[in-house]
């Protein structure tokens, strides 16, 4: 397959980017609004062409834990669901961390708590960049605002999560999920043949055997790795923040969100420009490592930041730990479902403003 | 007569069965007289005679064999509790030519873990479910398992199995026996030399099922626990042939046509 551009839904582009990135395998089981993956992948067939596993799963916990089987063997696996999904998956998400192995996760999330709604949200903020399962450890999480982007982030997420050997999360939302907008899809990448040397693919002579555990009873042994963990994330923060910034330069008030959330504040910036007021937009693309430099520097320049998103106020928490009590932060958020107009979110930078 | 010393017994020519090559000198955790280590043996036995080792990838569960890792020379993962039919389904559709296991206890296979144990053998993946029963939850301290037998005693019904309350021993052979996934469903144990034998033709039967994929084998193995059911060895094997055979009958419950 060669480059080519397509008028998609945002799970639809994930599911062919998948296949595009040489995928071994996807593990699922259905959840609205994500459903669409699986079922993309099911009708593509891509054992039949690239030899790409495609299986549905029992359950949410089945597909993470296949997940942790494939990725043992050094393969190249995903697996994708939506909120009440995802809280399933923490206990494979943890296991997957504390063996250090690379896979792909894709949550389009939905409202909440609990069954919660269908529709957008961004609540799953907290869960995805701080842990979410026990222990401690983190994701590298990737927040697309495009279609184009879950496309793209399909095989960034995989070459973040074999080049750190940790779990990667592309945090969509069922709006991006949902909406379709043209995306360039990559051409064809072959399967890889390589044979990792920490994987589990059988133990040749040549090797002690490979052992994949999260386990180890010696706590003096377990402090040193979660050192090593720590030292791993570091890095991250160090080599992988990504953001975008919209009209900062001369900006005197921030509006700060990802995702779903930025797409209205860029029509928002726009708006308020039009009425003379300074705004600017730092959009962060990694949530965790998260721009807490680049914020911090705004901070000093700046009259204040306002996070917008679609939860109950999660991010504004990694605002105000990054400009630390430099500037005024604030938060302005809709949940269960409800996504924010351009124009209230203007209104509210302007009660922002006024103090 | 002379006395017999034991440097009289421990000859190479009186020797019957020898250490496997693919046991590591690791020492076992396990308690004296427990079932497990010699189920090791008999795995690793068929590993090393069917030349398996550069193609196997085996799981460990959550529970006492949690380490089985340390004693069997092979690539291992440890999975969560439970979980391990849901590695195995992986590792054997993204490497078919592999050899794969799961080692599991009850509490593992048939509490948690139930729903992966039914849909792996539903699906009837190519692989070998090794399951360790032992009516018992040792590593955690000999707390009630699902096989635990009627009016047995344990750290959570220190009044005996009360089914009215707790529901009835489940026997998983015959349950996974009923779906058309799996291939080779059999009972066997390993408290007699004779028992040893048949566990190890009955894994030598499921490597060959196996390399021609014809689906799910499960083998069961009715193991003791001296120290959660607070018995000596020698009383926890007899405790065992009297009262676990009678509830989980040892043989093979369902056999493929012969090609």
Redesign the interface.
């Known amino acids: 397959m060669e480059k080519e551009l397509r008028l998609m839904k945002g799970n639809e582009a994930i599911a062919e980017a998948a296949i595009r990135a040489g995928a071994d395998g996807y593990f699922g089981y259905p959840i609205t609004p994500q459903s669409e993956i699986l079922e993309y992948l099911m009708e593509a067939n891509p054992q039949t062409t690239t030899g790409m596993v495609v299986l549905q799963a029992e359950s949410e916990v089945a597909a993470i834990n296949m997940v942790y089987g494939g990725a043992a063997c050094g393969k190249k696996v995903m697996t994708s669901s939506s909120s009440p999904g995802i809280s399933l998956k923490q206990e494979g998400i943890t296991y997957i961390a504390g063996a250090e192995l690379p896979c792909l996760i894709v949550n389009v999330v939905r409202g909440g708590p609990g069954l919660g709604t269908i529709q957008p949200a961004q609540s799953d903020y907290f869960q995805a960049t701080k842990g979410g399962g026990h222990g401690d450890y983190h994701l590298l999480v990737l927040a697309p605002s495009s279609v184009q982007e879950m496309a793209d982030f399909v095989e960034l997420g995989f070459d973040l999560a074999f080049k750190y050997r940790n779990p990667v999360m592309i945090l969509s939302d069922g709006a991006i999920g949902q909406m379709m907008e043209k995306v360039w899809l990559k051409p064809q990448k072959k399967r890889s043949e390589e044979i990792l040397p920490w994987a589990t693919t059988g133990k040749p002579a040549s090797r002690p055997r490979n052992i994949i555990t999260s386990l180890d009873l010696d706590p003096e042994r377990q402090e040193k790795f979660n050192f090593k963990l720590i030292a791993k994330y570091r890095e991250m923060e160090e080599n992988e923040v990504r953001f975008e910034e919209f009209m900062t330069d001369d900006a005197e008030y921030i509006f700060v969100a990802y995702g779903t959330s930025a797409r209205l504040c860029q029509k928002a910036l726009q708006l308020a420009r039009a009425e003379g007021i300074k705004a600017g937009l730092l959009r962060p693309i990694t949530l965790f490592p998260y721009p807490k430099k680049r914020l911090n520097e705004l901070a000093d320049r700046v009259k204040g930041m306002l996070a917008v998103e679609m939860s109950a106020g999660q991010m504004v928490e990694d605002v105000m730990l990054s400009v630390n009590g430099k500037t005024r932060v604030s938060h302005y958020g809709r949940m269960g479902g409800m996504i924010p107009t351009p124009d209230e979110v203007l209104e509210n930078m302007k009660s922002f403003i006024k103090g | 007569m002379a006395e017999i010393t034991f440097n009289d017994i421990i000859k190479p020519e009186n020797l019957t069965y020898k250490k496997s090559k693919l046991m590591t000198d690791n020492v076992m955790h396990y308690c004296p007289g427990c079932g497990h280590g010699t189920a090791h043996q008999v795995l690793a036995e068929v590993l090393e005679e069917e030349n398996l080792?550069?193609?196997?990838?085996g799981?460990t569960p959550v529970g006492c064999s949690?380490?089985m890792?340390n004693y069997i020379?092979?690539?291992?993962?440890?999975?969560?509790h439970g979980?391990a039919p849901?590695?195995?389904?992986?590792?054997k559709?993204?490497?078919p030519d592999?050899f794969v296991f799961t080692y599991q206890g009850d509490g593992d296979l048939a509490a948690i873990g139930t729903?992966?144990t039914?849909?792996t053998c539903n699906r009837g993946e190519n692989i070998l479910i090794l399951f360790i029963n032992n009516g018992i939850y040792g590593m955690t301290g000999g707390q009630m398992a699902p096989t635990t037998l009627e009016g047995m005693k344990s750290s959570t019904s220190p009044y005996g199995r009360d089914i009215s309350m707790m529901g009835s021993p489940i026997k998983m052979a015959d349950i996974v026996a009923m779906l058309p996934g799996t291939c080779y469903v059999t009972r066997q144990s390993v408290n007699t030399a004779g028992g040893v034998r048949k566990l190890k033709k009955a894994i030598k039967k499921a490597v060959q099922y196996q390399n021609e994929k014809r689906g799910t084998c499960f083998i069961e193995v009715v193991s003791n626990c001296p120290s959660g059911w607070k018995m000596t060895p020698v009383e926890s094997n007899k405790w065992m042939e009297e009262n676990m055979f009678l509830f989980y009958p040892l043989g093979d419950i369902k056999v493929p046509a012969e090609k």
């Open positions: 080792q550069e193609r196997t990838v799981i949690v380490l890792y020379d092979v690539d291992f993962q440890e999975a969560a979980r849901a590695l195995a389904t992986a590792v559709r993204l490497m592999k729903a992966e039914i849909h």
